[in-house]
């Protein structure tokens, strides 16, 4: 009765048009994904690979299926945001920061001495992007309603995805949540824990309701406050 155990898909509304899919399992190794709907829809991350529930039953639980999807938004090439994608039906563009491509597709070689250079080597072998419509971002372009923010240190391509009109700021594991508060993720998770904290810094000047966490519950509302309060403290 293997069934009986799984729990069922939870999605969560954050805002109106901002759906958070509960993918983020087993914590605090899984990470959650985002789906935004403005009239167009966009997912944003996929979780791991094998999940409690497949990313299409928490598409379904939110409303929606693949088929639904105008794009998907990567906010950083690790196996908890992008293993979903393996599995998703959808033909659709898939946005990601331009430093993080280069990652995936092996033009830049990541340091083997820093255990995630090492991690990502490993893990481009075995998930790398090559089969889905990769399109590179660079800090300030425009994606639909989003906005892309180059938000380095955890990775070197990490991207913050702006939507002021539905005030999400979809951080990825630029910070993370733990007992209401943002946190930044632990250092070894981290290839440069310095432009981490300007990231942290640059993106608390920007204005938003909505913490989209990678890892935890999102902080909302007032999640800029919540951020600047953050990069105050590093
Ligand atoms: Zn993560």
């Known amino acids: 009765m293997w069934g009986a155990v799984v729990p069922a898909a939870v999605t969560r509304t954050v805002a109106d048009g901002v759906e958070l899919l509960e993918v983020g399992w087993p914590e605090p190794v899984g990470a959650n994904a985002y789906l935004l709907d403005d009239g167009e829809v966009t997912l944003v991350d996929a979780g ?8 299409s039953a928490e598409l379904a639980a939110a409303g929606y299926d693949a088929g639904d999807l105008d794009r998907v938004l990567v906010t950083h090439y ?36 820093h255990p995630k250079g090492l991690f990502h080597r490993l893990l481009r072998r075995l998930f790398p992007l090559s089969g889905l419509d990769l399109r590179s971002v660079t800090d300030g372009d425009r994606v639909g309603g989003f906005r892309a923010v180059h938000a380095p240190g955890h990775n070197p391509g990490h991207t913050v995805f702006l939507h002021e009109d539905l005030g999400a700021a979809l951080l990825g594991d630029l910070v993370r949540e733990r007992g209401g508060r943002l946190r930044p993720p632990p250092w070894v998770d981290s290839y440069d824990t310095g432009r981490l904290a300007e ?19 999102p902080v909302s509302p007032d999640g800029d406050d919540h951020l600047r309060r953050l990069a105050a403290e590093l």
């Open 48 to 55: 791991l690979p094998v999940g409690r529930r497949p990313l």
């Open 199 to 217: 990231s942290v810094d640059r993106v608390a000047g920007e204005s938003f309701e909505h913490a989209c966490v990678g890892h935890g519950r």
């Open 78 to 113: 690790d196996l908890d945001h992008v293993g979903g994608l393996r599995g998703l039906d959808a033909d659709v563009p898939v946005h990601v920061g331009a430093a993080d491509a280069r990652l995936a597709d092996g033009t830049w070689a990541p340091p083997p001495a």
